[in-house]
């Protein structure tokens, strides 16, 4: 199979189609009468309009039209490529039958019906492409410019100008501020200093910089508050400085930025000023900005904010890490902003108030936009109806556009490559500890990485893993020696992110006591939350057939396995209830690169798992199986394999798996499995090894 380019999200399906349509016209696999020109020129169309779908990606607001064009354009790449690797895998199936008779094998081929079938397919789908061409060339792309960005009012603002009465627990972080800032004039505290504060959006880092900054300014002879959007102009950022520090008669409309960065610093060369710069989103800006701004022993202080941990700390080696509010300040706030007290007198609510400030988790933003809505509002069904909202559908609301509107920010502000990786968390259900090691398997998988020059893919998983925590967008778990183990989605980002997976059609998910899809699309990815205790059926829509992965949370799903299936990922590790007859047909899933199993009710793997050609990886923990076939000596390409240490592997089988770069844990409880330890010898690729 052809390597995955680094997607985006909505280009996320385009880019590794348009990398595996290169590969196959550099195979023998378009040997075959007409099929060469076919893919050329599907490859040649959809890269003319690859271009318009990156700009669309970075689009926040769309007209119905370009909408419209982008999700025909994304189901039809979808559609495209899962034809293209049906193609390939039933070429390899054949190629595999007939063994040592390659040179005739393309005559036999043109023979099979499959051919004819994918011939015609791609026939149809090559109309299509065609008929989307025609539309995008109709299109002024004038019309990707979102027309309400020059006018549309900053989310930020408000916190500029918040009430310090309606403050809550803002006094310690204030106080630990102004001490890290060391305002004695005495020794090394006349060197400039700079603190940074960090945190992701919404926490209160706008609101807490301006309160100190208005604490101490007088302390100072020129002061300066300025914010910085996600796509700075430069120029402006440093004239909003000079406004602040009283120089605009020095500054002319034709000075450009090296000109107003000489005046800065003329200027504050011989005075002490304190400057916020609000809201650095990366390192380049802050290299910029930091030029006007000289270190004068006159006892200068700066204070940066930005979600992220990287840029902050590029910012300062004195880095606030801004934390949530506690459970009874988020009360306080909550009760404060929805009832004007900050005591709740109203039990006929229940523990309804306690169950949304706990999916809140203490973000003051989110705290804030939901005792908005509830404003004076006493039905108990409200409450609750708000309540079921959050996680899942919140982000929809009109009265909740603020806090959307700077969640987006920040996920605006994430490459497209990492992007894809934080949508994909939406197939996890509020709460849940989400191990770092399947997540990455589960990327790679999916296609979401690419092997990087001196690195392998897991690796580059994990850096793209530590990137999404150092922007705030995750929470580590079980952090041990600096790296995290594990992670968890804020519930307020998963509502986000969840209602994006929705409106991309990148993930569905479905609550098993209605499992139906009313999408217009085909389901590509499927979440299915099932604790109830009868089985629910699927698969028996034409919607559902062309599933690229599925995750099942409670009790087993019963759904056809199709031997045409796109399915690349089945994650049934928090599905307990499963047995052998649910997997006995695991090997018709011929595109299957990832699966794991968890159930105690499991006590072998069918022979048929050796048909999974593309397998990566392979998890068995929490079984029972006692020994593995001897048919996985046939996956070659399973990378990483992951069993209970009581699971025996047959005599000579683990030599034979040659693409194995990660095994745990081999379990040596007798002399002769203590001797099988050579054939590791022969796993050039191994990486990682956990013995017990």
């Not at 790449?77 to 199936?93: G, K, N, P, T």
């Not at 440093?238 to 602040?244: F, Q, R, T, V």
């Not at 994430?414 to 939406?426: A, G, N, Q, V």
């Not at 020994?627 to 069993?643: G, M, S, W």
């Amino acid at each position: 199979m052809a390597t995955a380019a680094v997607v985006g999200v909505t280009t996320g399906v385009m880019k590794p189609l348009l990398s595996k349509l290169t590969k196959l016209l550099e195979e023998e696999y378009v040997k075959l009468k007409g099929v060469r020109k076919q893919i050329k020129f599907l490859r040649d169309e959809l890269s003319a309009m690859s271009p318009t779908l990156e700009m669309l990606a970075d689009t926040e607001e769309l007209n119905p039209q370009m909408t419209a064009w982008r999700d025909k354009l994304r189901e039809l790449a979808y559609d495209l490529e899962d034809c293209i690797d049906a193609f390939i895998s039933r070429v390899d199936h054949e190629r595999d039958v007939h063994s040592g008779f390659i040179k005739g094998f393309f005559c036999k081929l043109k023979k099979l019906k499959q051919r004819h079938d994918i011939a015609n397919q791609i026939q149809e789908l090559k109309a299509s492409v065609i008929e989307t061409s025609e539309r995008h060339k109709r299109y002024d792309l004038a019309q990707l410019k979102n027309k309400s960005s020059g006018s549309s009012v900053d989310p930020r603002l408000q916190a500029l100008y918040e009430d310090i009465d309606k403050l809550v627990g803002i006094d310690a972080p204030k106080k630990q501020i102004i001490e890290l800032l060391s305002m004695e004039m005495n020794g090394s505290s006349a060197k400039l200093k700079v603190v940074s504060i960090a945190g992701c959006g919404g926490l209160g880092k706008t609101t807490l910089a301006k309160l100190v900054y208005e604490d101490i300014k007088n302390q100072f002879k020129c002061a300066a508050f300025v914010s910085v959007s996600r796509t700075p102009d430069v120029r402006k950022i440093l004239i909003h400085i000079a406004n602040g520090i009283k120089c605009t008669d020095i500054i002319t409309k034709d000075d450009d930025e090296q000109q107003l960065v000489d005046k800065l610093r003329e200027h504050l060369h011989d005075k002490r000023y304190i400057v916020v710069i609000d809201d650095v989103w990366n390192e380049q800006d802050w290299g910029f900005i930091k030029l006007a701004l000289p270190d004068n022993d006159l006892g200068s202080r700066i204070i940066t904010t930005t979600r992220s941990v990287t840029v902050a700390k590029c910012c300062s080696s004195q880095v606030y890490e801004m934390e949530a509010l506690s459970f009874d300040d988020s009360k306080r706030l909550f009760f404060r902003r929805a009832f004007g007290s900050e005591n709740s007198c109203y039990p006929h609510l229940e523990d309804v108030p306690d169950k949304i400030l706990r999916k809140c988790g203490g973000l003051p933003l989110a705290i804030v936009t939901v005792s908005g809505i509830l404003t004076n509002v006493f039905a108990k069904t409200e409450w609750d109806r708000v309540l079921n909202a959050i996680g899942s559908s919140l982000a929809k609301k009109d009265d909740t556009k603020t806090m959307t509107s700077i969640l987006s920010m920040s996920y605006f502000d994430i490459p497209h490559h990492l992007r894809t990786c934080l949508l994909y968390l939406s197939v996890y259900p509020e709460d849940h500890k989400i191990e770092k090691q399947c997540l990455i398997n589960r990327w790679i998988a999916e296609g979401f990485i690419h092997k990087e020059k001196g690195q392998n893919e897991y690796e580059t998983g994990e850096r793209y893993f530590n990137d999404l925590i150092n922007r705030s967008m995750i929470q580590p778990v079980r952090v041990k020696y600096g790296q995290a183990k594990a992670c968890r989605v804020h519930d307020i980002i998963l509502d986000y992110i969840k209602c994006k997976a929705a409106e991309e059609n990148f993930v569905t998910s479905l609550d098993a006591a209605e499992p139906v899809c009313t999408s217009e699309y085909k389901v590509r990815r499927l979440c299915v939350i099932n604790y109830n205790e009868e089985n629910v059926t699927l698969w028996a829509d034409e919607i559902l057939s062309q599933v690229r992965s599925v995750t099942v949370f409670g009790q087993p799903v019963k759904f056809t396995l199709l031997p045409s299936t796109a399915l690349r990922v089945l994650e049934l590790g928090d599905c307990r209830g499963m047995e052998d007859h649910h997997i006995a047909s695991i090997g018709k899933l011929f595109n299957l690169k990832y699966l794991r199993l968890c159930s105690h009710f499991i006590t072998r793997l069918p022979e048929n798992v050796g048909e999974l050609q593309h397998l990566q990886t392979l998890d068995v923990r929490g079984t029972i199986i006692e020994e593995l076939p001897r048919t996985i000596k046939k996956l070659q390409q399973l990378a990483h394999l992951y069993v209970d240490s009581d699971v025996r592997f047959p005599d000579g089988i683990i030599g034979q798996i040659l693409s194995l770069e990660e095994l745990r844990q081999y379990g040596v409880v007798s002399y002769e499995q203590g001797q099988s330890l050579q054939q590791f010898s022969k796993l050039t690729k191994l990486r990682t090894l956990k013995i017990k």
